[in-house]
Structure formats: structure tokens, C-alpha cells
């Protein structure tokens, strides 16, 4: 029988951990796989995917800056890749294109899992309104939490990403609102319970201008960012939040992606403690 074949494509690729992490979880249930990372020309995204199932591959992560374009390309989609507008996962078969999203789920998983914190009725803080973000939303949502607060650069594109999910927002008694990081700076009742930093700006060691009374000492302040100490993590730390890193997300998200494609559940845990 021959061996399946899986991929992670991007535009860089080189420092992906995805096959070392799919490797882990095919190892715990005895499975040989292959999981290769491939280098897309920033132009050849779609020429990249039909070689790959040409070559007998049975599916593809997707990561920056293909996401939106896997999405273009799937020819169904999931709930929760239609929610995000975007995909990371695709998967091959009769030279169907099924494309999923598996990145919020990634994250609330491993806040409920890993650091033990609930989101119903909590009082979320978003930071950002681009693809990470918006993947995240319906997860969120789904959650309960009392609220989901959106803090963006572009004002706008946090409107049109809270309309986007008014309907999920109301029918899971969730109240939504946009806010700027200016007027996060307005004086607060009480700190959120749970901040999540779904914005770029670590990857330039960028400060947010964030007021430090956004964090309280039960605040989960979580940066999507994995790899390094942010400007936000410092801020957050030094106001005496617990803080976490994007490393337990980017597992729990090829966790369902290995679920997807192989029907099984790998154990997090102990791949998240050995990538620390
Ligand atoms: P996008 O490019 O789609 O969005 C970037 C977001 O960051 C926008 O909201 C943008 O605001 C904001 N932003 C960028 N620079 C600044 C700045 N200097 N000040 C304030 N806001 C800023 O990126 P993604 O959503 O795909 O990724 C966001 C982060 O999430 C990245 O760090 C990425 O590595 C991480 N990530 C982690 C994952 C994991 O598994 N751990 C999975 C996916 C993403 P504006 O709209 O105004 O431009």
C-alpha cells in the first residue's frame, strides 16, 4: 500500500513546523505518513495545488498568504471556512477540492484545553480585524461569551467584520462592539477577562498604545504570535496578566486538520510540551 502524501504550501515555507508537527501526531497512532513543506511561487498557488493531487497527495495546509485564495479555489467549503473567508486546510479526493478552516478552532481549543479558561459569559477583547481575526470570530461566538469587543487600526474593516457575524452574535446572545485603540485608552470599569491579540504588529516588535488597565490579574492575554516575547506580552505580563503564546493554537489547528483527514484525535499535550 502506498504511503499518504500531505504538504503545508507558502510563500516563505521554510520555517514551518507543520511537518514535524503531523509527523508527532502520525506517530502516536503508528502511522507512516509523508508531510512536505512546498515552496508556491507568490503567482503559482493553483498550478502548485493541481500538481500536488496530480502527484497522488491527499491534502494541503495553506498558510500565509495563500488562505484567501485556497478559499477561491475549494470547491466546498465548510461552515467555519465560509464564516472566516479564508482556508487552511484542503483536502483532495476524485479531484474534488474540500476546503476547511481549522485556525479558530485551533485557538479555542487550546484556551479551553491548555490554560483552563472558560469563554462563556466572559468579556472578550479583540485586537485585529484581518484574516487571523476573522477565522476566529465564530469559534468565539460559538463560546457564548458575554462579549466580543473588535479593536482595529481600520475602523471599517472591524464593522464590516462584526456585521458579518450579527446574526451568529444574536442567536448565541452575544453582544458585539468595535472599539479604537484610542478609546481603549478611555477609563474602564473593570479589566477584560480574556485579550486576544490577532494583529501582525509582533512580527516588527510594534507596541499597540495599549492602556496597561485592559489586563487584571485573572486577564488571559493571548498573543496568536508564537516563537518570541511580543511588545503585547511584555505589556500584559507586566500588568500581571497571564499571558500565552500562538505555539498551543498552531497545534490544536493541525490537530483537527489531522483529524479531517485521518478520522483520528492526537494527543496535544505532550506535542505542545515538546515544541516548548
Ligand atoms: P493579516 O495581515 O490578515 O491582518 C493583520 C492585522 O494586524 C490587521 O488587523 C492589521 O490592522 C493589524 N496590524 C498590523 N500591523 C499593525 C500595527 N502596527 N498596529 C496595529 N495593528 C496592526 O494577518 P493575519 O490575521 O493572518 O495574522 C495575524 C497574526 O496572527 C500574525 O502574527 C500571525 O502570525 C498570527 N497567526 C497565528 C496562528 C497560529 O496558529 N498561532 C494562525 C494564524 C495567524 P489593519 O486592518 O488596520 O491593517
Request: hydrophobic share 45%; net charge negative.
Amino acid at each position: 500500500m502506498s504511503v499518504e502524501k500531505y504538504a503545508v504550501i507558502g510563500h516563505p515555507i521554510a520555517h514551518s513546523k507543520s511537518p514535524l508537527i503531523h509527523q508527532a501526531f502520525a506517530q502516536q497512532f503508528g502511522k507512516t505518513i509523508v508531510y512536505d513543506k512546498v515552496l508556491a511561487p507568490l503567482d503559482g498557488f493553483l498550478a502548485t495545488v493541481q500538481e500536488l493531487q496530480q502527484q497522488g497527495y491527499l491534502g494541503a495546509n495553506v498558510t500565509v498568504p495563500f488562505k484567501f485564495e485556497a478559499f477561491d479555489l475549494s470547491q466546498t467549503l465548510s461552515e467555519r471556512a465560509q464564516a472566516a473567508g479564508a482556508v487552511n486546510t484542503l483536502s483532495f479526493s476524485q479531484a474534488q477540492i474540500q476546503g476547511d478552516n481549522t485556525d479558530g478552532c485551533g485557538l479555542v481549543n487550546d484556551i479551553l484545553k491548555h490554560h483552563q479558561t472558560a469563554l462563556a459569559a466572559k468579556r472578550i477583547l479583540l485586537l485585529g480585524a484581518g484574516g487571523a481575526a476573522q477565522g476566529v470570530m465564530l469559534p468565539l461566538i460559538a463560546q457564548r461569551p458575554a462579549q466580543v469587543t473588535v479593536a482595529n487600526r481600520s475602523q471599517d474593516k472591524a464593522q464590516a467584520m462584526l456585521k458579518k457575524f450579527a446574526t451568529e452574535a444574536q442567536q448565541f446572545d452575544v453582544s458585539l462592539a468595535v472599539t479604537s485603540f484610542t478609546d481603549l485608552n478611555a477609563p474602564l470599569n473593570e479589566p477584560y477577562d480574556v485579550v486576544i491579540n490577532a494583529t501582525s504588529a509582533g512580527l516588527t516588535d510594534t507596541p499597540l498604545s495599549l492602556s496597561s488597565q485592559l489586563f487584571g490579574a485573572h486577564t488571559l492575554a493571548y498573543d496568536m504570535m508564537y516563537g518570541r516575547e511580543t511588545p503585547f506580552m511584555q505589556q500584559a505580563r507586566l500588568a500581571g496578566a497571564k499571558v500565552v503564546d500562538g505555539l498551543g493554537m498552531l497545534i490544536e489547528q493541525a490537530a483537527e486538520a489531522f483529524f479531517i483527514w485521518h478520522g483520528l484525535r492526537p494527543d496535544t499535550a505532550p506535542v505542545i510540551q515538546a515544541f516548548r
